[in-house]
């Protein structure tokens, strides 16, 4: 079977598909600890989250993550903090990318439990080859662990 697309959807597509980078992972999640550092995946075949950005251009980079929360003893005010880093060049972090979620606890308890969590878009002016990573850490956790068993991130070349 075959399907007959407009030429000029056809080019549109390509265009918003050619302008779209995509970051996946693959291998055993990343357990966050109380430094920020970049989420980074273990094992065969590994893939951390980190889209290399092919063109010097505005790009919106989003995505998202999954977060579990296994046995934590917390505080109250305890939170998960995470932001997107360039990673080569000039290592610095993207402007207005840190954002900090509280952890759900009612006073000292123990939390369980797996919460997905949206990186909200930012706009970022690109050089060509420019690499940017998902870093994350927590604070007022003092016992149990805290796992990304998976995170996306995506980027596309923004319009003029």
Known sequence: MSYNVPQGLATDL?????NYVPAYTAGTGYTLTGSSAQVMFTGGGAVSPVVTLPETAKYNIEGSFT??????SVSVGATISFKLRRINN??????????S????IAGLSVV???FDTVIKK??????????????ANYAGVTLGTILI???TLFAQRAGK
């Open 149 to 151: 068993p998976d995170a």
């Open 67 to 72: 977060f579990e929360l296994a046995g934590l």
């Open 112 to 114: 369980s439990g797996s």
């Open 122 to 135: 930012v706009r970022y002016q690109a050089t060509a080859g420019d690499q940017i990573a998902l870093f």
């Open 101 to 104: 979620l509280k952890i759900p």
């Open 90 to 99: 000039t290592a610095a972090d993207l402007a207005n990318s840190t954002k």
């Open 14 to 18: 390509m265009v918003a598909l050619d």
